[in-house]
């Protein structure tokens, strides 16, 4: 059900400010206007080789399939990792690198 999808450039240069798209296939049931029970998303991280670079707490007006799209300077080559964090403590993750010259 929730599978994340993240689009970043390979490489960049020095300085470079690059675009970082990501997606997740995930419900968002906040069960406030259907029988279903809730079932939504907490938190959105994304990391630069361990350091936060952009966080978004969700909340109950939060679209199905949440998409996020950010831009992160290029000062030297770097892994991201990318983190949904369900209510319920699951995580949901994918990852990336950019090498920079």
Do not use: K, Q
């Not at 679209?63 to 949901?92: C, Q």
């Amino acid at each position: 059900m929730s599978t994340p999808r993240v689009r970043l450039p390979r490489s960049a240069s020095a300085g470079e400010e690059i675009e970082i798209r990501t997606l997740i296939d995930h419900p968002m049931i906040t069960g406030v206007s259907s029988s279903d029970s809730r079932n939504i998303l907490e938190r959105f991280e994304a990391r630069l080789n361990g350091d936060p670079v952009f966080r978004y707490d969700f909340g109950n007006g939060s679209a199905a399939n949440p998409t996020f799209t950010f831009y992160v300077r290029a000062a030297a080559p770097g892994d991201f990792e990318f983190i949904w964090t369900h209510e319920d403590g699951t995580e949901f993750r994918a990852d990336g690198s950019v090498s920079v010259s």
